[in-house]
């Protein structure tokens, strides 16, 4: 479509239906998003004036329900995908490059015909995009080029998977331009994860992927990786009297990478002392009646690393049976269980290089504080610092968020809702 078409249908409410699926119907949300969209085509314009045909996408973050560090384990989750995201403007040619640029970044510059690992990429977006088309190129799909102006409420280091929807976005975009939508939402994960992994330099499980990708609230079995099972589930907090809260404690990711790397390479020490490559390949009787032996060969606390995981790979599955059983107490028993093991066995509060900076305990005494037994928190998402997760009464809302902006900083505090669509093109 022509930009100024794009612009006008928008500002008469000509996707208003759109927007209210994506992010709430409310009149001061539409009225954010008409002006959000209005402003990335305006930048749009001005960084590619001569770029006049558009199409606009968008992919969501995600928040981790169930499954603390278990998915990278081949083990399962519950998460869903949020009413935060990622959205493009973008123009299609034929230039066989790549522009793109997100606000607040300089622009990232991909030639096409050159899609080898550069090292001088490594954790820069520009090596997540060189991985996407490359995995598309691998695949068979000829991608060209397209100049696109990206803008993001999914921050970066809010525990939300602001990286899997960027690369969500991108496989998207190609997908739907260059591949008439064949590849679909699972292998665009995949193909993110391979970006990710292999370009960007970072090992990730597939589940924040996945999650962005396919959309919803979901239950996901890694068992196989290339064909996990994928369970959508009808659930929205609010009708059981909560709302899901995320705070950002403000924690500092630097430095963080050993603390990331070490939770899966413990776990597959473990594994290894069967002759196996994953936990989950291991029968828990099998790691029950090992202990001593496992004592002479591995970590304690990789010994209760292994031990999270299987407890948590199990409460995912009997969280998601709760939801659908409409069985909300029992959903935030096992939510407290999960946070609780989390703590002390996964110990992935905080960073044992920097005990003096424990953000995310904070937090989680402060939850406690405020709610009492009427809600529950736990840490979010790969833990160490950055965001914790409450499940709030809606009648305890406003005061909580308040209470933790007070701790944390304005803004700190987030209330969320459920978006059930993943990657997808807007216009």
Known sequence: MKLKQFQADLTAGKYDEKLCRLYGSSDAVLAAQRARYLQAAENFSRLYPEREEIAVFSAPGRTEIGGNHTDHQHGCVLAASVDL???????????????????????????????????????????????????????????????AYTTSNVLSGSGLSSSAAFEVLIGTIIDQHYHAGAAGAVEIAKIGQYAENRYFGKKSGLMDQMVSSVGGFVFIDFEDTDNPKIE?????????????????????????????????????????????????????????????????????????????????NRRAAEEAKALSGNDFPQFLKLVKESGDSSAKWLQNLYSCSKPAEQGIPLGLWASEQILGDAGVSRVHGGGFAGTIQAFVPVHMAKDYCEKMDQLFGEGSCQILQIRNIGGMQFA
């Open 232 to 312: 959508k589930l009808s659930c929205q907090f609010e009708d059981a009297g909560y709302v899901l809260c995320i705070t950002d404690t403000k924690g500092s990711h630097a430095d963080l990478t050993d603390d990331y790397v070490s939770i899966p390479a413990e776990m597959n020490l473990v594994a290894a002392q069967f002759g196996k490559n994953h936990l989950r390949e291991v029968d828990e009787k099998a790691f029950l009646q090992a202990l001593p032996k496992l004592r002479t060969a591995c970590f304690d606390r990789a010994i209760l690393r292994a031990a999270h995981f299987y407890g948590d």
């Open 85 to 147: 995201d990622v959205i493009a403007i973008v123009a299609f040619h034929d230039e066989h490059v790549i522009r793109l640029q997100s606000a607040g970044y300089s622009q990232d510059y991909v030639d096409l015909c050159d899609l080898t690992v550069q090292p001088e990429e490594k954790g820069k977006s520009a090596a997540l995009i060189r991985g996407v088309v490359s995995r598309f190129q691998e695949m068979g799909v000829a991608v060209g080029g397209f100049d």
